[in-house]
């Protein structure tokens, strides 16, 4: 069981390598993008409104993809009340609150790509305004996201709870 343990943690992190590359692009496009905007709108005086759209689009991606890195950097908020305010911290490294946090936080984004999936496809003629996507592109960042959650939950969660040897964790 370690050595697959093991084994998946390398690919999750392996994955977060090329998720992290693709972050920053997506990053260093939505500036330019932003930068542009502002230089044809407050210097040239010619406001491009497809600019607007772009970037809401591109940081939504952003978002979501960068979600499953801070998942697995255990960078998320998860709600420790129960821990750490009413069983006064004497609980507060045991490994059964964060399977139980995993397990719900898995149980969360299996729906959320379900509901994500029904209204891709709901919303499948839908085209955006500006740019003339399709909206199912845009809301494609959803399942993706969550997705990417899935992999880097288990992933931190096998991470605390087995001991490893070599373990690394990306950190953009």
């Known amino acids: 069981m370690g050595k697959i343990a093991e084994k998946y943690i390398h690919l999750v992190d392996f994955i977060n390598k090329f998720t992290s590359i693709l972050i920053y692009c997506i990053f260093l496009i939505s500036l330019g993008v932003i930068l542009l905007s502002i230089l044809s709108r407050y210097i040239f ?45 004497k609980f507060k490294n045991n490994k059964f609150f964060d399977v139980l946090s995993a397990l719900f936080s898995i ?4 729906l959320a790509i379900v509901y994500s999936i029904q209204m891709m496809f709901n919303n499948a003629d839908q085209v955006s305004l500006s740019l003339g996507i399709k ?3 845009v809301f494609a960042a959803i399942p993706i996201g969550c997705f990417l959650l899935i992999l880097n939950t288990i992933a931190n969660l096998l991470g605390k709870l087995l001991p490893m040897q070599d373990q690394e964790v990306v950190r953009p």
């Open 135 to 137: 909206m199912n592109i």
């Open 107 to 110: 149980m969360f984004y299996i």
């Open 45 to 89: 005086s010619i406001p491009l409104g497809w600019v607007e759209e772009s970037s809401k689009y591109l940081i939504f991606y952003l978002v979501f993809i960068g979600a499953g890195i801070a998942a697995r950097t255990d960078r998320l908020i998860r709600l420790s009340f129960l821990p750490d305010v009413i069983l006064k911290n």
